[in-house]
């Protein structure tokens, strides 16, 4: 954005002009006088500010950073710096450092007093939660659809999703960790497992009912495939390869 402001205390026009940019590394200090500005510094009055190549229209070469620590000290390596050249004369420029660029917010450490809402896809190169320099999460309640890391730990309050069956079913391998209550409506369920799975998908049966009997209908790596009595429990999973059954089976 450029504008021309007319008139103007200085005499002539006054020129103001804004552009973005971003650079991966620090300026290079042998091709541009590093400056740092005073509060009571002008453009115009700075050691090596008089334009060159013919006063060109705007500056090319001659530009003025608020200071050097916001390219060397406070961003290290080659992360993006994104900035804003600030032009309030023909022939000076300054280099303002911007967290924004092309709408996409950069920054080494941030600070939230509010809530964050993210609509798109959340990367995270390496996520830490720490208090007091104890890496721990204090937080009421963290919902997610699926959570994956190399380790977790810590003391885990599981609720186990609970669902009552009365009919023949087949298992819904996205159910992974549910219990299953059957309580049959006629004589006995009968549970079908589906084909394939992903590895460590797993569930458990209870039979909660006395006269009635849940049976598996393709269930073969267990001592049997019919839990027969009252509270006849067993778990099923699945290892990659084929189902398996753990419990008291007849």
Sequence with gaps: MTEKILPSNLGGSQFISFVEGSASTAPDVSAYALQVLGADHNLNNISGGDPTDGFDPWVTDILVYP?????????????????????????????????IH???LYADNGRFYENVTIEGTL????????????KTIEATDITATNISGENLSGKAKVKI????????????????GYLYQCKPAGAKITITLPVNAELGVSFTVNNCLTGKTVEFANLTNA????????????????????????GDFV
């Design 67 to 99: 200071s050097s620590e916001y390219w060397e000290s406070q961003l290290s390596g080659d992360r993006v710096r994104p900035y804003i050249d600030l032009s309030i004369s023909e022939y000076n420029t300054l280099r303002i450092p911007s967290p």
């Design 102 to 104: 092309n709408y996409d």
């Design 123 to 134: 990367t995270v190169g390496g996520m830490g939660f720490s208090s007091t320099g104890v």
């Design 161 to 176: 999703p609970i669902d009552v069956k009365t009919a023949d079913f087949t298992y819904d391998a996205t159910e992974t």
């Design 223 to 246: 001592r049997g495939t019919v839990l027969g009595e009252q509270f006849a429990s067993a778990t099923i999973y699945w290892d990659g390869s084929a189902w398996y059954g753990i």
